[in-house]
């Protein structure tokens, strides 16, 4: 078992780190403040190839593996969870699954342009009243002709609003269940009767833009079906399996920042005559930090390994996120706690951090489901 | 065309560190490339660019297989492909002076047969700023030594490096060289781009060519250094702060006539 990186792997985590140092750090903390998307961020993601890193070159992709993908997405969230999440959704859940269950001419159409970065992509599953059960959902989309019809409401969507296409799961046969669902891609920007109804204000992550969306008879041509009638739900499954797998990625890096903005300023600010950092109480509380940071990037990176392999990673990937959400936000509460009273300021990145941390236990399945998933894996 | 940068892999000292024997104790040492030369391939990747014939750009190296990932994201950036110059000999010299260096490269320019060959400025670490001058010297090429700024069209169209070169009090001269060159860069000639990640994952499969003494014709005797290295320590720094008294009228009254004393915008 090898537990170094790839030189490869780790000229693109330097080069990434240098990238979000210079130009996402310093600005990480304003586009909280101005609940501002920054798309001159993601501009730059695109001309330095990072929008793409799992999608195969042929579509304009960086043909990456999610090892690789996991470390750009850590590095993100080490200076920004709101610049990471936009990116996780638009890579994981946007892209991925075109790639994975479109057809060469959806892929060409819809797939390149993510891949290349010409705009983000945002997925719509979660709705008003189904999140955790989420395929109880009440959008439905019939056949009139040789056209889908469209309606309903969905919930908390991520990048919706600067979304150059929208995955949205929809009802197609009622009667059944987890069969009855299908996937469609939604063009925001051209098709009549798709509206973003409210950009939510949030606890945190407010670069990242959440939105409701309402559609009202939308059609949509044969072609905008993703894969076949009725997959909708195993493809959410399969999307979800390397979703989370960023997510738990983004939660290490948002462990990382924080834990690193407490180690540096422990070892500056002294009380009592010495560094705190002398003090058992906040030694102990930075080895810990560093514990769980690590702890996280493993099962994170055994995911993404197994990943790449081709195995399963149904239980990997629930843990994963499990442990590295859990982690973000117990290590960035801590880091709080060891800047005292500056902790608390927006002046400060660990508030921060700890806001974003949160949002990695509810997102892409709670703490609770992952628990329910995991649970079911071992057989319990 | 075919431009030649010299880089090199420097170490850069963490802010706690220990002395071992000559140098500072490897533990503290992390490595990365020379911040003039990160300059000096942006310019060469520049005018490769600018040009509507072939320009290839061939970076050389001297240092030990460590630094290949150093020299790799050079080629991340747009460098065609690289030179290291290493071996035995090499890595048993005690000491790579100014001289030595300029013999190894005199070689690979022989080999390389170049139009024009940038280097950065001076090296972060061992900081002589002499390779570049040094070299064109012994190969015989015109130099232009600081250059801040250059006229990609001049070298590219009429075979001729028109540099500005900062000179002190902020004057600024021009200066045209003709070509074959040698120019020493400037940091702040340019903005370094970042490596693209495809660029980076394109760099893995180009050549990073090894060469040996015995590769460039050399023998031990070309590592053969004049000058030793004697000592290297830590000075005792002198504090020498001054506390101003007063409210903030007599403490900034104070303040300057302390720096017009020390000569800071005089006149
Ligand atoms: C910032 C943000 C971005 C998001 N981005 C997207 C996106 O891009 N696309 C998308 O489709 N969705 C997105 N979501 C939605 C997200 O996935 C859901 O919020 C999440 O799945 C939880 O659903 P819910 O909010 O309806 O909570 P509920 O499902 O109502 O859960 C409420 C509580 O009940 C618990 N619970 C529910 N069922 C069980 C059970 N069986 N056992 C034990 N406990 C249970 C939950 O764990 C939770 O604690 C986003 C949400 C946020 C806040």
Known sequence: MDFELPSEHRMIRDTVR???????????????????????????LADLDMLGVPISEEYGGLGGDQLMYALVTEELGRVSGGIGLSYAAHVSLASKPIELFGTDEQKERWLRPLAEGDYLGAW????????????????VAEKDGDEWVLN????????????????????TDPGEGYDGISTFIVDPRNDDGFEVTSVWDKMGLNSSPTC???????????????????????????????????????????????????????????????????????????????RKTERARLLTHKAATRYDNGQSVTQESALAKLDA??????????????????????????????????????????????????GRQLGL | ??????????????????????????????????????????????????????????????????????????????????????????????????????????????????????????????????????????????????VNALDIEGVLNDGVAR??????????????????????????????????????????????APKTLSDLGLDFSAVESELFLTDMYEPETESDATYFEGDAGEQAAALASALREKGVGAE
């Open chain 1, 18 to 44: 240098e990238f979000c140092e210079e130009e996402i750090s310093p600005i990480a903390q304003e586009i909280e403040d101005e609940h501002r998307f920054p798309e001159e961020v993601f501009d730059e």
């Open chain 1, 124 to 139: 719509a599953l979660t709705e008003p009243g189904s999140g955790s059960d989420a395929s109880d959902m009440d959008t």
């Open chain 1, 152 to 171: 309903g409401t969905k919930q908390f969507i991520t990048n919706a609003n600067v979304a150059g296409s929208v995955l949205v799961k929809a009802v």
């Open chain 1, 212 to 290: 409701e969306l309402a559609f009202d008879d939308v059609r949509l041509p044969e072609d905008r079906l993703l894969g076949e009638e009725g997959e909708g739900w195993t493809q959410t499954m399969k999307t979800l399996d390397g979703g989370r797998i960023s997510i738990a990625a983004l939660s290490t890096g948002l462990a990382q920042g924080a834990y690193e903005a407490a180690k540096t300023y422990a070892a500056d600010r002294e009380q009592f005559g010495k560094p705190i950092s002398k003090f058992d109480a906040i030694r102990d509380k930075l080895v810990d930090m560093h």
């Open chain 1, 325 to 374: 959400s859990e982690a973000a936000r117990k290590v960035a509460e801590d880091a709080v706690q060891v800047l005292g009273g500056y902790g608390y300021t927006e002046d400060f990145a660990p508030q921060r951090f700890y806001r974003d941390a949160k949002l990695m236990e509810i997102g892409e399945g709670t703490s609770e489901i992952q628990h329910l998933v995991i």
């Open chain 2, 1 to 146: 065309m075919k431009v030649l940068v010299t880089v090199k892999e420097v170490a850069e000292v963490e802010d706690d560190f220990e002395i071992a024997d000559l140098d500072v104790d490897p533990r503290y040492l992390e490595y990365d490339l020379n911040e003039w030369d990160e300059y000096a391939v942006e310019s060469a990747v520049q005018l490769a660019e600018a040009a509507d014939e072939e320009v290839e750009v061939v970076s050389v190296t001297i240092g030990p297989e460590r630094s290949e990932e150093t020299i790799r994201m050079a080629l991340a950036k747009g460098v065609d492909r690289a030179v290291r110059v290493w071996d035995d000999d090499i890595e048993a010299a005690e000491f790579l002076d100014v001289a030595s260096k300029v013999r190894l490269l005199e070689a690979v320019v022989a080999e390389e047969d170049p139009d024009i060959v940038l280097s950065g400025v001076q090296a972060h670490d061992t900081g002589f700023g002499a390779t570049g001058v040094a070299l064109a010297d012994a190969i015989g090429f015109e130099w232009g030594a600081v």
């Open chain 2, 163 to 208: 540099v500005h070169r900062e000179l002190e009090g902020g004057i600024e001269e021009l200066t045209e060289i003709d070509l074959p060159a040698v120019l020493t860069i400037q940091t702040g000639i340019n903005e370094p781009r970042y490596a693209s990640l495809r660029g980076i994952r394109q760099a893995q499969s180009k050549e990073i």
